[in-house]
């Protein structure tokens, strides 16, 4: 199967400071993958690094998809737009705003404003926001953080449920053992700072990968 990315080598300082110290990783098309580690610990930097955000980095990062979907930690909406006027200022296309609207499950929160909505649902505006250009790389910057646990676990099945349908590659950080497990099909466990890979974990069982996620955060984060 093609990789959608692969890195060798990656190394990423600020100044004098090591955050990220030799991550090699390859993302195979289709497939789920989450880094888990310590908060602090430089995955956001990572995630940045592969949408071309942060440009200046040590090692090789070879992208092979045209378009990357990134939904954020906050929603960063605009408040005095409506859900589909924020959607329509990224993307001028009313029938695939209406598309996106319908696969998000925002019918009826068409004409909200952001201050009208949950926290779950700024999150599927966010969602929404970033499929509108139809990615083959969604990236997932720990989405679900502020989010109460059944909201999470609802916004977690519609983002699989999305990818399929829409067939992307997902890459996502995390340092919830539990989210790692629901939404990877593979997990690169990292150390503390700087970032260096302890373990990779392929995911056939949700429940005995947290477990598993759960004593390798006891014994090295």
């Known amino acids: 199967m093609e990789a959608v990315l692969k890195v060798e080598g990656l190394k990423k300082s600020y100044g004098d400071l090591l955050v990220i110290d030799g991550l090699n990783l390859e993302l195979k098309r289709g497939e789920s ?6 908060s602090g610990c430089g995955k956001t930097t990572f995630l940045k690094i592969v949408a071309g955000l942060i440009e200046d980095f040590e090692g090789k990062v070879e992208r092979n ?9 906050d929603p960063r909406l605009i408040p005095w737009l409506t859900v589909k006027e924020n959607l329509l200022f990224v993307y001028e296309d009313e029938r695939r705003v209406k598309e996106v609207i319908e ?29 509108l250009s139809r990615p083959d790389l969604l990236i997932l910057d720990e989405p679900f ?15 699989l449920r999305i990818k399929r349908r829409c067939k992307a590659s997902l890459l996502g950080v995390t340092h919830d053992p539990k989210e790692a497990s629901i939404m990877a099909s593979k997990v690169v466990v990292l150390s ?24 390798i955060a006891l014994e090295n984060f």
């Open 33 to 38: 993958l989450f880094l888990f580690g310590p």
């Open 65 to 73: 998809f045209r378009k990357v979907g990134f939904v954020f930690q």
């Open 103 to 131: 696969i998000a499950g925002l019918q009826g929160f068409e004409d909200s404003f952001p201050r009208q909505l949950s926290g779950g649902m700024k999150q599927r505006v966010n969602l929404a926001r970033a499929i």
């Open 145 to 159: 953080s502020s989010l109460d646990i059944h909201i999470k676990h609802r916004l977690m099945k519609d983002i």
């Open 192 to 215: 503390k700072r700087p970032a260096r890979i302890l373990t990779v974990l392929e995911v056939s069982d949700s429940s005995e990968a947290e477990k598993k996620l759960i004593q």
